[in-house]
Nanobody, 126 residues
């Protein structure tokens, strides 16, 4: 059974940094897309970044380009989201997700993801 467990969230001042981790277990994740999503109160869930586990292809939403970096550690079965220069508008619950049918690409539509973590709060104070 696939499990995704997020860690690393918390409270940080604007301009600060956090690193989110997503520990994945339950199977091998070759050719999966791994995504980070976020959802703020009264807003829809949006893609933040995604990475193809096997070829490393990445995607970033425009608002985080140049500030966030997604990466994976195959040996640890863990996906990371390094978040720098954080802004108040980055405040949200962040979710890790896995799409088992991504193939060579990365997936940006949350409806295509099969597995989800429980979510972790990131709060950026201004």
């Amino acid at each position: 059974q696939v499990q995704l467990v997020e860690s690393g969230g918390g409270l940080v001042q604007a301009g600060g940094s956090l690193r989110l981790s997503c520990a994945a277990s339950g199977r091998t994740f070759s050719w999966f897309a791994m995504g980070w999503f976020r959802q703020a109160p009264e807003k829809v869930r949006e893609i933040v970044a995604a990475i193809n586990w096997s070829n490393g292809h990445t995607y970033y939403t425009d608002s985080v380009k140049g500030r966030f970096t997604i990466s994976r550690d195959n040996a640890k079965n863990t996906v990371y989201l390094q978040m720098n220069s954080l802004k108040a508008e980055d405040t949200a619950v962040y979710y890790c997700a896995a799409d088992r049918t991504a193939g060579w690409g990365v997936t940006t539509n949350h409806l295509e993801y099969d597995y989800w973590g429980q979510g972790i709060q990131v709060t950026v104070s201004s």
